[in-house]
T-cell receptor
Framework: KQEVTQIPAALSVPEGENLVLNCSFTDSAIYNLQWFRQDPGKGLTSLLL?????REQTSGRLNASLDKSSGRSTLYIAASQPGDSATYLCAVKIYNQGGKLIFGQGTELSVKP | GAGVSQSPSNKVTEKGKDVELRCDPISGHTALYWYRQSLGQGLEFLIYFQGNSAPDKSGLPSDRFSAERTGGSVSTLTIQRTQQEDSAVYLC?????????????FGPGTRLTVL
């Protein structure tokens, strides 16, 4: 059974700091991994999608890496801003499980001005 | 273009009543998913529709939960005889196709409170 774990569960940093969020998964037979952002009381916003054949994806200040063989992904946020405060979720889509995503529990990020 | 929409945004109901939640996927997306997000369980898969294929219902927690998708577009999730443990945010997502490499896009969710 696929399990997805995110560390840390919560993180508080001062504005301007670079930070790394971690995601690990137990079954490497995946199509892809998605990173999402969720603001309080809102739905999920897709940030980055990394296909299983890719090593990383970048969008603005965000960079996500994927090491499928070791079951790990990281989300790097450069020069953090208070507007980055949200919960960040990673999810994997695994083979032979239809199209469903398996989610981690999320990392709650707070960026202090 | 328009994203995934869900209605209502909030629903408060009494224990034992039936509720219907609606999802409008992105136009042209053939795959539609329902997930549930609750405090104790995180985000869990409920059901998945792909085109005209039989839905994957493996995530439905009990036979009080059912869903249908009409005309390959709009979907309705129905919960019968609601219980307090059904209180959660119900999220809908769609993608161009199901299994495979396509990105899922999520709606804003319906927050269900069962009193």
């Amino acid at each position: 059974k696929q399990e997805v774990t995110q560390i840390p569960a919560a993180l508080s940093v001062p504005e301007g700091e670079n930070l790394v969020l971690n995601c690990s998964f137990t079954d490497s037979a995946i199509y892809n991994l998605q990173w999402f952002r969720q603001d309080p009381g809102k739905g999920l916003t897709s940030l980055l999608l990394i296909q299983s054949s890719q090593r990383e994806q970048t969008s603005g200040r965000l960079n996500a890496s994927l090491d499928k063989s070791s079951g790990r992904s990281t989300l790097y946020i450069a020069a953090s801003q208070p507007g980055d405060s949200a919960t960040y979720l990673c999810a994997v889509k695994i083979y032979n499980q239809g199209g469903k995503l398996i989610f981690g529990q999320g990392t709650e990020l707070s960026v202090k001005p | 273009g328009a994203g995934v929409s869900q209605s209502p945004s909030n629903k408060v109901t009494e224990k034992g009543k039936d509720v219907e939640l609606r999802c409008d996927p992105i136009s042209g997306h053939t795959a539609l998913y329902w997930y549930r997000q609750s405090l104790g369980q995180g985000l869990e898969f409920l059901i998945y529709f792909q085109g005209n294929s039989a839905p994957d219902k493996s995530g439905l927690p009990s036979d009080r939960f059912s869903a249908e998708r009409t005309g390959g577009s709009v979907s309705t999730l129905t919960i019968q005889r609601t219980q307090q443990e059904d209180s959660a945010v119900y999220l809908c997502a769609s993608s161009l196709a199901g299994a495979g490499y396509n990105e899922q896009f999520f709606g804003p969710g319906t927050r269900l409170t069962v009193l």
